[in-house]
């Protein structure tokens, strides 16, 4: 089990302890990811859709994960504290291969905080080894942007799969 600790801003500015996410990943005997989510709460408007796969999440409150493998293709992994979750693949940057398609997840908010429990299966992950990043994005106005590891670039660009930090082990 590995744990990514998102600290800072995309672009490497500190942020308070308030803002901390914590996400642990794991891969079972079969392949499959196995993640835990526990963030701040910032109670953002909820997405005006039932729990379940949600295209545009990243509009919303939300935990990402990236996992990219040596090819060039990468998923990201997407969630909410109200129940909504995305999976994406891509065949190289921004080049969408599928989405939408069923994860496992589960969500629990309160007390300012809320945890997420996921698993994926080993179909939709990149081959391995894996680089794995970890992004947060709350606020209206202004939206925040925090990342593990932080970025380069004039914006928030979470798209960078080759500066992902490598899987350890």
Known sequence: MIELRIETAWD???IGPDEA???WLAVDDDG???LQIDAPFHGDVPPDAPAGSLDGLWNHE???CFLAGPDG???ELEFGPHGHYLGLRFVGVRQRLD???GIDF???AGRGRWKGQA???KRWLPERPWRVAAFAIHGEDPRRFLAHPPLPGEKPDFHQPGRFSPWPG
């Open 12 to 14: 490497g500015q500190p």
């Open 21 to 23: 996410v914590r996400l």
């Open 32 to 34: 499959d990811l196995a």
């Open 62 to 64: 939300v935990v990402e």
């Open 73 to 75: 293709r990468y998923t």
């Open 99 to 101: 989405a939408g398609w």
């Open 106 to 108: 589960v969500a629990s």
């Open 119 to 121: 698993r994926v299966a």
